[in-house]
Each structure stands twice: as structure tokens, then as C-alpha cells.
């Protein structure tokens, strides 16, 4: 059985066609799309490519989509820091009416039972909250008890835009990265989970990417570089000193 794991498109149409691309000649059993399809420059076209495959797909929602949601329907947006409330104004106004009825239906997790991997849980960040940030130098001490109950062999997350595949206690917890956004290394990031997992990263034309995201409206198309995305030291350092708070 082979699985997939999607996360953090972040509305980066260019790259997620890639992925998808690369995908059919793969022919997985599953398609897990770990939240944060939205915001970002072109969601509609994200949201209907991934509601319209034929591969069997499951969706989980991230902090992206629950912010979205909220501010679509009035709610006070306050942890969103303000430089963001324009670009996510955007993205909520401009969503069809059925792509916001899909992603209010999305569950904060899933699992399923993988006949190599035993029991994966897939969640945006972590099981208990969509926001909480964790990395691949967070001390395992202070994670162990966040997932020392899981009941999964396996904890498969994103959120923070960074691959790693290491060990909490007894649990196993692979972030699949991000499709869209990824920090570090330019690229497409995913993860296979069978018979073993395996970090994936699909290359695509990132200039026209580039150009294609430019053309779109998006108010934060400043911040959104998929030619020359910020270091991954740079992201650890800020996302540690957040770790978990």
C-alpha cells in the first residue's frame, strides 16, 4: 500500500500540478492532503485539481484553512499577525461558495492502518492543535509528552515547511514538508509512506511559477519566492525560539 502525503500548497498551482504529474505514473492507493491547501495565490484551482482526482484523496484542514474559514465568517483573527489579514481577506472573498462548504467539512486528523507502517496519524502540526510548532531540533524530552498517547506507530505533520523524519519516545514523526512553499532548497516537498517513507521533492519551472503567481493578484506575492525561498537555518532559528508556546 502506498500513501501520500500533501501539505502546505499553499495555493502554489505550478507546483502542485508537478506533484500530481509525477503522482500518476506512481499510482498511490492514497492521497492524504495534510492542510493548508489555502491561503495563497491560486486556491480554486488547488482545491478543484485535489477534489477532482480519481485516486482516492482525504482531506485534513491546517491553521490555514481554519483562519480562512474565520475570517470569512467575521470572527476576530488577532494570533493572525495583521500583515497577513490582507492576503487571507483575499483568498476568503474570492473562494467559490462550494470550496468553502468543502473545507469547513475537513477534520483536524485521520488515520489509517498501513500493513508495513502499522497505524499513521496524520495531523497539520500536531494532533491537539493546528498552530503548535515544533522542528527537527526541538529536545525530544519536551515532545514526548505531546505524543506519548498518540495510539499510531507513525505521526505524519507539516506546518512549518521543513522535511524531517525522526523519533519522539516510541512514535515515529515525519513532517512531509511543503508542496508550495518549502523552505531551504527550491522544489516541490511530499512524502511516500510505503513499504518504507520516503522524503520526496519534485522539481518544476520555477520561473514560470514565478511568473504565473505574479499574474495572479495575490497581495503577497512579495513574500511568496519560490525561486529563492528563506534558508532553512533561518526558519529553524525563528521557529525555534517559538517552539511550542
Keep these: 500500500m502506498r500513501v501520500v502525503a500533501l501539505y502546505d500548497v499553499h495555493g502554489n498551482l505550478p507546483a502542485l500540478e508537478a506533484v500530481l504529474d509525477e503522482l500518476r505514473a506512481l499510482s498511490p492507493d492514497l492521497i492524504v492532503v495534510g492542510g493548508d491547501v489555502v491561503p495563497g495565490p491560486m486556491p480554486n484551482e488547488c482545491l478543484s485539481m485535489l477534489l477532482g482526482l480519481s485516486i482516492p484523496v482525504r482531506f485534513i484542514h491546517g ?82 509528552p505531546i505524543f506519548q498517547d498518540v495510539a499510531a506507530s507513525t505521526v505524519v505533520c507539516g506546518h512549518t515547511h521543513m522535511q524531517f523524519d525522526r523519533t519522539v519516545g516510541d512514535v515515529r514523526v515525519v513532517n512531509a514538508g511543503s508542496v508550495g512553499m518549502p523552505f531551504g532548497e527550491p522544489g516541490a516537498c511530499w512524502v511516500l509512506l510505503g513499504p518504507t517513507v520516503e522524503l520526496r521533492r519534485t522539481a518544476y519551472d520555477l520561473p514560470a511559477a514565478a511568473e504565473r503567481i505574479g499574474g495572479t493578484g495575490y497581495p503577497a506575492t512579495g513574500s511568496f519566492n519560490v525561486l529563492d525561498p528563506p534558508s532553512a537555518s533561518a526558519m529553524l532559528e525563528v521557529f525555534e525560539a517559538a517552539a511550542l508556546k
Design 63 to 144: 491553521n490555514g484553512e481554519r483562519d480562512v474559514l474565520g475570517l470569512y465568517h467575521g470572527e476576530d483573527l488577532s494570533h493572525v499577525p495583521r500583515a497577513f489579514h490582507e492576503a487571507m481577506r483575499w483568498v476568503a472573498d474570492g473562494l467559490h461558495p462550494g470550496h468553502l462548504e468543502e473545507i469547513s467539512r475537513w477534520p483536524a486528523t485521520c488515520r489509517v492502518d498501513h500493513p508495513t507502517l502499522g497505524a499513521l496519524l496524520f495531523c497539520h502540526a500536531t494532533h491537539g492543535d493546528v498552530r503548535r510548532i515544533f522542528t527537527r531540533l526541538t529536545p525530544e524530552e519536551r515532545l514526548r
